[in-house]
């Protein structure tokens, strides 16, 4: 073992004595296993071995005669005479200078982390005794994963809980789940790794979903505690700091919270041939002379090198340009290769999707989940109660405002939507408590906040208004965002130059000042520098907008406020279409436009500019394409045909020609120019340009001039049933099957051993659920018959279709359900559970990410599946384009796995080639959630039919006792077993396979739990 090696063994074996009481002994002994396994046991042993270093006395001695003997080591009195007494030396001063400097390094991060940005619009107000805390608002935040309940907290439900559990949660081989809160998943992350580094995440979210909060409230909270710990008195809420972590997993570890898109702008870095963990330790030696705590730095470091930190990287999607970037991934893997402690980097999901090199090696990645319903409403609550607490509202007014926001959001379904994404529920927040009402759209909503930030900063209490000061009769509050604009604009810019040029979204006073002076230049050019002075000194107060962040440096509240105000800046440019092109090409500019065509289009009423650019966009490459879908979907159809008409006309208006791009974008694209994230945002703008918001499709009388031609059963009576080429999508619907032998089994291997205590007792508590032991359906393939032909829907049944079947008021009549699924329907209306509300709808229909036209219906559970089928065949019936003799059900398990096998002994549906992420949506696609049907053209079987792996998991017509049955089963008791096909979104490769299925109750549901339907002869069912 070379020197080298050794060191690395050592400083690891240290790294996980000193982690040992914050990871448990399970995980210390993990920890042990994985070092033997990487470095010999024999080394590993041999260092765990030697006894602990004793500390060494560097004491003065003095020796005394005495009878008594020799006192050493310990503080004495001496009375008479002794031989000798050793004293301790005198503190380093270098050490203390350290201790301290550690102390105000905490201290300023408490204070910085706590103080809310978007709440310190009222700061210039003298009544006001506080800013708004970020201890006091901040909600718990969820990933899109779901985790089985532990032992513990499985025996806390409650009996009632309990039962709702298996009703509302996954069943199967899996016990009931929860969401997995994002400060545990760095704790689980580890497992992902498989023996490598552990304890990294790369934690994603879309704008505004709260990534930087997180970061803030770890710091926060894990800054407070090591204070608490260190014995320096600061306020604290109840409980301590680590109550506001629950489920946190590492204890007391000192926050090391840096910007990435500050070490993006480290000079040193930046002229570097690679990055390094000498520029890394520069950097914070820089940020920490800067924060007058320069001796702060080596206590850091020593505690990052021994584990004692957690390193809180926050926005690498904010790291733009061929240089810098990779500069700054090299930067962090040297920091994970160095420190064995907890590393955490937050990133935007389109940004980590569409540049490979952000997607670091070592990380494995957590997705942030919206805000459900629960969480909104205690935001809400808390957000008047801590404006109450601040002194901003009287107690009773912010009661009674708090109820009017909350019956507002449940309400109105457009500003559920907004409310989903943190930072909008935040602005509405601000917007409704000085506003009174709210907007229903993002662009206005920002506008709105925007106007009333502008509105605070320019009259501060005390002081005249900043336009009156500023003495320019034709300077008015619009000149003003205009103002702010081009300071937005100019920041965008600079996140988004190229190699050359890879300055961050900060601005540095000089260009503050020069963009200032030019923009008063033409109402006032002799005093534009004073004017622009200013406007500066009152920036320097601060207008929730742009915040100074250093001595000579401004920036943005959050990046979302600098792309609505860099896309305002562009929308009035003469050479506005050529602009927007350029920038069209580029991801980083995509949120930009959006804001701007939504302002456009909703504030300005001005069509023309965004129909323009969306034509030019359709022509482009496939980046262009979705995005001109994207921008469409923002114009609206309505808004389009007020317009003028001819754009929805066929086949050549803008409509149908975005439509057909996009659909064959979808079903045909290929990477690299059309890799699987952006086919699956094109199906995304697909469905909303199809159908408009899921919300609009449950009505019976409802327009739909121009569906997706791939999905017939989403107009079912509807005039567009009736156009030409219906009866042509319906027969290009269905896939047939011919009768014979193929090959039926679930190949998997085992996944524990069924000798051991623990898989005994886990398999007694899932069936306990309703489920089954992990491994007793494994079977080696067999060779087995169907005697029938049929057919097999080529796509799961999406929730444009299943709207049909709300809207027909399928719910409501006993006709379409099954004897037991009356019943389980009759007890949800008699309240024994609330998970369908008031309106019977899926569990999820109300829920964004869910709930895209296109996208596979999930949380149906087996009864409302066997119901659509019912009311479907009925149509069809009625209407004649079903046979009499002809049903559509559920499929068996055996026509499901033959549909996906074929005749052969394959293991995937488009062969034996191993998954990778443009076959199938699963784990390594990384998308988070179920893709618009038809996204993945490679991974179609044989028979035609798409997404058989992957995406959503299948209910099927077949007990889970008798899965070689040929013949359906018409009903389920509540508590006997069905079969759900295997594998969604969420799964890793081994479990990939034709064959793989669990068993569940027909009242479980879940969130990736949808089915498609067969055709087939009555007398088989």
């Not at 809160?181 to 704790?187: D, F, H, I, K, Y």
């Not at 702008?265 to 002229?271: D, G, R």
């Not at 179609?940 to 209910?955: F, I, K, S």
Request: neutral net charge; charged residues 20%.
């Amino acid at each position: 073992m070379g020197s080298a090696m050794v060191d690395d063994l050592v400083s690891k074996v240290k790294s996980m004595q000193n982690l040992r009481p914050y990871v448990g002994e399970d995980g210390y002994a993990q920890g042990l296993a994985r070092l033997r396994e990487q470095f010999g046991a024999e080394a590993v042993d041999a260092l765990l071995a030697v006894p602990p270093t004793p500390p060494r006395s560097d004491g003065i001695a003095i020796t005394i005669s005495t009878e008594q003997g020799t006192i050493k080591d310990a503080p004495v009195n001496v009375v008479g005479h002794a031989a000798q007494v050793t004293f301790a030396p005198p503190a380093d001063p270098a050490v203390a200078r350290g201790e301290a400097a550690l102390d105000a390094y905490l201290r300023r991060t408490l204070a910085e982390c706590n103080a809310l940005p978007l709440g310190q619009i009222d700061r210039t107000d003298a009544d006001h005794v506080r800013p708004l805390q970020l201890a006091q608002l901040y909600i718990r935040l969820h990933t899109t994963r779901r985790v089985p309940l532990s032992d513990a907290e499985l025996a806390a439900l409650s009996a009632e809980d309990r039962e709702r559990m298996r009703v509302t949660d996954r069943g199967g081989d899996e016990r009931p789940t929860r969401p997995l809160a994002a400060v545990e998943a760095l704790g689980r992350s580890a497992a992902a790794l498989d023996g490598a580094a552990p304890m990294r995440l790369m934690l994603l979210g879309t704008p505004g979903s709260g990534k930087s909060t997180l970061v803030s409230h770890l710091a926060l909270c894990l800054a407070g505690a090591v204070l608490a710990e260190r014995r320096v008195v600061t306020p604290a809420p109840q409980g301590g700091w680590l109550a506001c972590l629950p489920g946190w997993p590492y204890g007391c570890l000192i926050p090391v919270r840096m910007t990435l898109r500050d070490l993006a702008a480290f000079a040193p870095l930046a002229s570097a041939p690679r990055g390094t963990l000498r520029l890394f330790e520069q950097f914070l030696a820089a940020v920490l002379e800067d924060a007058s705590c320069a001796a702060a730095c080596e206590p850091l470091m020593l505690a990052l090198r021994e584990g004692r930190a957690l390193l809180l990287l926050d926005g690498l999607d904010e790291v733009v340009g061929q240089t810098v970037l990779p500069r700054v991934v090299e930067t962090i893997m040297d920091a994970a290769k160095t420190f064995p402690g907890p590393i955490l980097v937050t990133c935007r999901v389109l940004d980590y999707q569409e540049e490979r090199l952000r997607q670091v090696s070592g990380f494995p990645s957590e997705t942030l989940a919206e805000l459900n319903q629960e969480q909104i409403q205690q935001f809400i609550e808390d957000w008047y109660a801590e404006l109450a607490a601040s002194g901003r509202r009287p107690a009773a007014q912010a009661a009674a405002d708090s109820k009017a926001l909350r019956a507002a959001v449940a309400s109105r379904s457009e500003l559920r939507a907004l409310a989903g994404t943190p930072l909008l529920l935040t602005v509405m927040a601000l917007v409704h408590a000085f506003r009174g009402s709210l907007p229903d759209a993002r662009a206005l909503l920002y506008a709105e906040c925007v106007e009333l930030l502008l509105l605070r900063w320019r009259q501060p209490r005390g002081e005249s208004d900043l336009i009156e000061r500023l003495g320019l009769p034709q300077f008015r509050n619009s000149d003003l965002l205009a103002l702010m604009a081009r300071l937005g604009y100019a920041a965008h810019e600079r996140a988004a130059r190229d190699a050359t040029q890879t300055g961050p979204a900060d601005l540095d006073e000089t260009t503050v000042m020069a963009l200032l002076a030019e923009s008063f230049a033409p109402y006032d050019e002799p005093r534009r520098y004073q004017l622009a002075e200013l406007v500066l000194g009152a920036l320097t107060r601060g207008n929730g907008l742009l915040l100074k962040r250093g001595p000579q440096v401004y920036t943005f509240a959050h990046r979302t406020f600098q792309e609505f105000l860099a896309g305002y800046h562009l929308k009035g440019q003469r050479d506005f279409r050529k602009l927007c092109l350029e920038r069209a090409v580029q991801p980083h500019w995509h949120e930009v436009l959006t804001l701007m065509v939504g302002y456009l289009v909703l504030q300005d009423r001005d069509l023309d500019k965004p129909l323009s650019l969306v034509e030019k966009l359709i022509g482009g490459s496939p980046l262009e394409q979705t995005l001109a879908g994207e921008l469409l979907v923002l114009i609206g159809r309505e808004r389009a045909d007020a317009y003028d008409a001819t754009l929805l006309q066929l086949p050549d208006g803008l409509w149908p020609r975005t439509r057909s791009m996009l659909l064959r974008l979808l079903s045909q694209g290929q990477p690299p120019a059309a890799p699987a994230p952006l086919r699956h945002r094109a199906g995304l703008a697909l469905g909303l340009l199809c159908y408009g918001p899921l919300a609009s499709l449950d009505r019976p009388a409802l327009q739909i001039p121009m569906p997706d031609p791939r999905l017939p059963f989403a107009v079912l009576g509807l005039k567009a049933q009736h156009a030409h080429g219906w009866r042509q999508a319906l027969e290009h619907y269905w896939c047939p099957i011919e009768a014979g032998p193929f090959w039926s089994g679930d190949e998997r291997p085992p996944q524990r051993d069924p000798r051991n205590p623990l898989a005994k007792a886990t398999d007694m508590v899932r069936r306990t659920l309703g489920g089954q032991a992990r491994d007793e359906h494994r079977e080696p393939l067999r060779r087995v018959t169907l005697r029938h032909h049929y057919k097999i829907a080529r796509y799961p049944v999406t929730n444009a279709e299943f709207a049909r079947f709300v809207a027909a008021g399928g719910y409501q009549q006993q006709q379409w359900w099954t004897k037991h699924g009356w019943a389980w329907l009759q007890s949800e209306q008699q309240g024994k559970n609330p998970a369908l509300g008031n309106e019977y709808r899926p569990r999820v229909w109300d829920e964004l990410r869910w709930n895209n036209p296109i996208q596979p219906v999930v949380g149906v559970n087996w009864y409302e599946a066997s119901a659509y089928c019912r009311w479907l065949s009925a149509q069809g019936h009625s209407q004649g384009w079903l046979a009499a003799e002809q049903i559509i059900r559920l499929p068996t398990w055996l026509e499901w796995e033959r549909a996906a096998r074929h005749t052969d002994q394959r293991r995937h549906p488009w062969g034996d080639a191993p998954p990778d992420g443009e076959r199938a949506n699963y784990a390594a696609s990384e998308l988070g959630l179920p893709a618009p049907t038809g996204c993945f053209p490679r991974g179609v079987a044989p028979c035609g039919a798409h997404d058989l792996l992957g995406n959503v998991m299948e209910w099927t017509a077949t007990a889970a006792e008798h899965p070689r049955v040929v013949k359906p089963e018409a009903d389920f008791p509540m508590r006997s077993g069905v079969i759900v096909s295997y594998t969604d979104f969420r799964d890793k490769e081994a479990h990939l396979c034709c064959g793989a299925r669990i068993r569940v109750y027909p009242f479980n549901w879940d969130f990736d739990w949808g089915f498609r339907v067969v055709q087939s002869l009555a007398l088989i069912g």
